[in-house]
């Protein structure tokens, strides 16, 4: 069974880097047909789309975000990125990786909770 | 970007009733909309995706209807267990996007 696992990340203060990998166990990132996401969630919020990627590398970013945002993959490692540079408290939530098809979140992760703060 | 907005924000039932969840988009998604749900310290679920179909594993008491700009998901008798946040999500256009959340709870 797919299982998607995000890095902890915890306090990242205000102006730095925010990077999460997502590990991917049960099947492999290089499948055909899926893409590979990474969706957060502020408190109390609906969930938001940072970007995905595909197995080729292709990826495609939230243009709200697009400046800040790097999302790679590692086909050796399965697992795939996000970098958020620039951080700020409105970067605040929890960030979920999942395996995406047709545009559609079918299989998350459990999600990381990333505060920023000085 | 296509905004979605959900109705009502909360909805008090009992068990067994019958819930009707509204989702309305800013602008035509044709049938490119999915419901989640989730719980509390868990990631949403997949439940419906273009806009009728169910996912593996959904009861089908679970229901999706709507195209264009208008979309209900229906919930035809409550159990227990349904009481949570829901939400609907277009991916017509990029970026794909969430509405803002039904939160079901019991009354």
């Known amino acids: 069974q797919l299982q998607l696992q995000e890095s902890a990340s915890g306090l990242v203060k205000p102006s730095q880097t925010l990077s999460l990998t997502c590990a991917v166990s049960g099947g492999s990132i290089s499948s055909g047909g899926y893409s590979w996401s990474w969706i957060r969630q502020a408190p109390g919020k609906g969930p938001e789309y940072i970007g995905y990627i595909y197995h080729s590398g292709s990826a495609y970013y939230n243009p709200s975000l697009k400046s800040r945002v790097t999302i790679s993959i590692d086909r050796s490692k399965n697992q795939f990125s996000l970098n958020l540079n620039s951080v700020t408290a409105a970067d605040t939530a929890v960030y979920y990786c999942a395996r995406s098809r047709d545009g559609y979140a079918w299989v998350w992760g459990q999600g990381t909770m990333v505060t920023v703060s000085s | 970007e296509i905004v979605l907005t959900q109705s009502p924000a909360t909805l008090s039932l009992s068990p067994g009733e019958r819930a009707t969840l509204s989702c309305r988009a800013s602008?035509?998604?044709?049938?490119?909309l999915a419901w989640y749900q989730q719980k509390p310290g868990q990631p949403p679920r997949l439940l419906i995706y273009?806009?009728?179909s169910r996912a593996t594993g959904v009861p089908a008491r679970f229901s999706g209807s709507g195209s264009g700009t208008d979309f209900t998901l229906t919930i035809s008798s409550l159990e227990p267990e349904d009481f949570a946040v829901y939400y609907c999500?277009?991916?017509?256009?990029?970026?794909?996007?969430f509405g803002q959340g039904t939160k079901l709870d019991i009354k």
């Open positions: 999500q277009q991916r017509n256009n990029w970026p794909n996007t």
């Open positions: 273009d806009a009728i």
């Open positions: 602008q035509s998604v044709s049938a490119y």
